[in-house]
């Protein structure tokens, strides 16, 4: 069974700059999160959506952050503009049904630096 | 508001000995989910463990436990025989009721353990 697949892996923007990255979660797998983990912290959530609604976007900061998941598969997460502080691994992970969350498989991640 | 805490930012252990992890949790909800990631330096979260509220008993997989006390809010996690691969970052981490239940996963700051040969 494929993973969770990420791209780009590695991404390096200047402030104020747009970036976008992509995720195509585990073939079936109905819910969908994007996590900004921070060097030397744990993953945080931005976004979970199930199938290609939005469960929670509470931590999103929706100024300049914005994320889809069209025909409830694949999705993408943009930002824009980006400041420093949005340096940072972001991580996509699935699961198979939004009330097994111990379940989540996590993608490789797209590392981001912005200068 | 849900908490997690991991108060040791880094341990060390030698190959093959027993290291047990941190992790105290605080939450009002009664029902919720309790579980540990490992994180490799390649960066991949990697499931362990997990341990519901209502479970009696401490879960195990393998050569990880799940040292679950719920008065104290506590869900250490045992590694016994410790390997060089276990060599990584791990998270304690909490779900709980939000919209529906089990949704929003928090996670602590982590642990980076480190295993000596």
């Known amino acids: 069974e494929a993973g969770v697949a990420q791209s780009p892996r590695y991404k390096i923007i200047e402030k104020r700059q747009s970036v976008a990255f992509w995720c195509n979660p585990i073939s079936g797998h109905a819910t969908l999160y994007w996590y900004q983990q921070i060097l030397g912290q744990g993953p945080k959530l931005l976004i979970q959506f199930q199938n290609n609604g ?62 | 508001a849900q908490k997690i805490t991991q108060t040791q930012p880094g341990m060390f252990v030698q190959e093959k000995e027993a290291v047990t992890l941190d992790c105290t949790y605080d939450t009002s909800d009664q029902s919720y989910g309790l579980f540990w990631y490992k994180q490799p330096s390649s960066g991949e979260m990697i499931f362990l463990i997990y341990q519901g509220s209502y479970d009696e008993q401490n879960a195990t997989e393998g050569r990880y436990s799940l040292n679950f006390q719920k008065a104290r809010k506590s869900a250490n996690l045992v590694i016994s025989a410790s390997q060089l691969g276990d060599s990584a970052m791990y998270f304690c981490a909490m779900s709980g009721p939000g919209k529906t239940s089990y949704d929003k996963v928090i996670f602590g700051p982590g642990t980076s353990l480190s295993v000596i040969p």
């Open chain 1, 54 to 115: 939005v469960v929670d976007d509470s931590q999103l900061p929706k100024d300049r952050f914005s994320a889809e998941r069209l025909k409830g598969v694949d999705s993408t997460l943009k930002i824009q503009p980006a400041k420093l502080e949005d340096s940072a691994v972001y991580l996509c992970a699935s699961s198979l049904d939004q009330g097994y969350p111990y379940e989540q498989y996590f993608g490789p991640g797209t590392r981001l630096t912005v200068t």
